[in-house]
Each structure stands twice: as structure tokens, then as C-alpha cells.
């Protein structure tokens, strides 16, 4: 149910400067979702009444995203005002009348999960602070701000790294970028920050320090997990951060039954659902929103990209993408599944074979050394090696429909618009230019012509030639 007394504030409007890239900080993906999308699905499962999002670098980019993954956030624009408190100010004002807790939380974060944040929300309920922050004690707290407290061991303020004393700057508790304020005091509090400061920004992280001054009691969530509070400053640690993700993703899968035999060589998309007894073999890519039913096996050296594939299903050292693999199939290896490929039940599609835009019946095989684009393939068909559908005319693509039944030799290309009836059969090399019926066998062969002699003559001197010499004189 809503939680009416909760708005999120999600700080989303930062460059990232040191990131070195055209794209927005919060737009860098990991685990299938931008870092901000990781943040707004949390935010969601939180079920709060409100949740703003702070944007303002390349403004348009990030909205599109949000607008397309998480359209019931509202976005809020801010200003040229520059601060975490400036943007949470102007966040406050799309919400004028809300008067419960506010979480904020930053959108470069994406490992704090529910349960972590639910609990710290609870706490700042319970201890009746007017602000609860959470921090972590970490053995390097270099580029965070220092949470510094009193003799009586209460937060007294934050201290950003930049403005820090030194005595202050050895502090090695930080403050983690999130916050539960009651709102009124939030409010009444953000009007009164400047920006006297080195950066001449509006500091969200003054408000405890004014909250302390007047009375009010500043709690901090101390957790016991560091890694729920890292941000993303640079590659680096954007590659730390997934790595970190996709151990937490690998883990809960692993305890739902899957079998994941290297999980430091498995990376599984956030958004992929896999049943249990499925294995998952070393060097395994799950991207998107693949699904993947009970005792299907999948590598090694396999990447899949939004597939579905069936119950105990076989997919070895393939690259798929938007394919559908039927129950009880079998590709690979070395296969490349585009877009639009079906694999009906107990399929093959072998070696070294491409398929485009083709549906393959149940219990058809394409084994080996193959093309097949924009094709209907019916039950129980086998395409003999290297067997290439031939759709397109330089002008347009065309389709090939093959029936129930139909086998074809090897090194057949089928020139499309063509069709091959149901039980029909080609000659090796055959080029089929026109439909062929059903029970058919279609050829395109020319008579064998052998010229005696002709090594001898146009390759005198080769291995070869003195081969043929040998050979002839023993008989």
C-alpha cells in the first residue's frame, strides 16, 4: 500500500564530470538499467505517495529515459542555482503541501536496496529526529563529506572534504548522500542555506548543522554493509559498482535453484527471470529480459539478449538477440540467433549458422554452415550444409516458406520469393529458382565434363602434375 507520509527526492541533475562522456552520469548502465533506473526501481518498491526527480544536465536525455522506464516519477527541473540543496528545495516546491518524511537519495547509487532503506526510514520514525542520515565508516574516506559529531557522540554537522580542516578531513565516518527529513523542517531550513562556501553552492549537507543550532535532534543510520552506499564518480567505479550488482544478482539466483558453475564470469541482467534447475556455464551473458525455463543449459562463451528460451533447452557458445528457443532445442555451437528467429521444440540450429526473421518448426535442424533470413520453415525439415536462403534482391527483402518435411542437399540456395512443398527434396548444389511442389526433388545440374590432361599441360611442373604423371604410369 501507499505510503502517504513518504516522498522520495531522487538528485539526478549532476554532469559527472570526471566520468569523461557525453552521456549523463546517471545514464551510465549496469546490470541492463542506467544507474538512476537501479535508484527510481527501488524508489518504486518504497510505495511512496510522491517521487520527484531532480534533473537539469542535458535535461531532455535523462527525462526521455525516466519518461520511458519509470513514467509515474515526476521531474523536476532545477534551476542555475547550483547545490544538492538548491535541488532539493526546488523538488519540495512541486510538492507544496506535503508535510511527512522525506527520503533523498542520489541517482549515481544504485546499491541501496529496499530492505536497506526501508529500515532506515523505520529508524528515523522511531528515534522522532527532525533529520536521520546514514553514514558508514570506511578506511579511506577520501571525496566524501565527514560527518562530525559532539563529545556526546551526536551528529553536529557535515563537512564537505573541500571546506574540511585537516583534523576534519581524518575523520573516516562519511556521510553516504542519503537523508530522511521530516519536511517542514526541511523546508524552513533550506531557506536559510547560502553559499558561503569553496564551490559557492547551496549544500543540502548545511541543513543538519542549522537543525542542530536550533535544538533539534540530528540522528545517523550507521550501516553495516559500505557497499550500499557507493556512488559513481568514474569508469572505475562504475565497473566496481557492477561488479558488485551482478554478485548480488548471480547470489539471489543461486538460491533459487540455479546452478551458475563461475559466477565471476556470469553476469546476469537485472531484469533476466531464470527457473530453477537451470545451469548456467562459464562465460555466460543473461541481457535484458531474458527469460529461461527449468533445466535448460546455457554455454559456455553464450551471450543472450531478451530471449526466451524453453524447458531443458541447449545453447552452447551462441550469441542470440530477441530469439525464441523452443523446449528441448539445441544450438550451438558458434551459432548467431538475430532478431526474429523461432526454434520450435526439439530444433536444431547447428554450427556456424545465422538466422533472421525465421521461424523454424518443431523438430526442424539446421545444422550446419547456414543462412537463414526471413523464412517459414515447417516440422520436420533438415537443411543440408551450407543451405542459404537467398532474400534479398538488392531492393527488398523476400520470404522463403518451406514445408513439413522437407530436406534439402547441401550447398542449396533458395533464391526468394520461393516455396518448397511439404515432403520436397533438392540436389546437392541445386540453385532453386521457382517453387518446387510437394514430393518434388528440384536440381540444377549440368552435365560432368572431365578434360584429360589438363594438369599436365596448364601446371607443368607442380606437385601436382607429377602426381598425375606417377599415377598414370602405374597404371
Known sequence: MTDNNLAIIVLAAGQGTRMKSRLPKVLHPIAGRPLVGHVLTTATRLQARHIEVVVRYERDQVVGVIAAQHPDADVVDQDEIPGTGRAVEVALEAIPDFDGDVLILSGDCPLADEQTLSAFVAEHRATGASATLMTAVVDDPTGYGRVIRDDAGDVDRIVEQKDATVDEAAVNEINAGMYVFRAAALRENLARVGVDNAQGEKYLTDVPGLLRGAGQRVGASV???????YGVN???????????LNARIVRRWQLEGVTIVDPATTWIDDEAKLAADVTLLPNTHIVGATVIESGAVIGPDTSLADCEVGADATVRRTDANLAVIGAGATVGPFSYLRPGTVLGAEGKIGAYVETKNAEIGEGSKVPHLSYVGDATIGRGVNLGASTITANYDDVSKHRTEIGDEVHTGSHTVLVAPVKLGAGAKTGAGAVVRKDVPAGALAMSVA????????????RAGTGAAEAAARSQTAE
Open 223 to 229: 550501516v553495516s554493509d559500505v557497499s550500499v552506499t
Open 234 to 244: 568514474d569508469r572505475a567505479q562504475l565497473a566496481e559498482v557492477g561488479r558488485l
Open 447 to 458: 552435365p560432368q565434363r572431365n578434360i584429360e590432361g589438363w594438369v599436365e599441360k596448364n
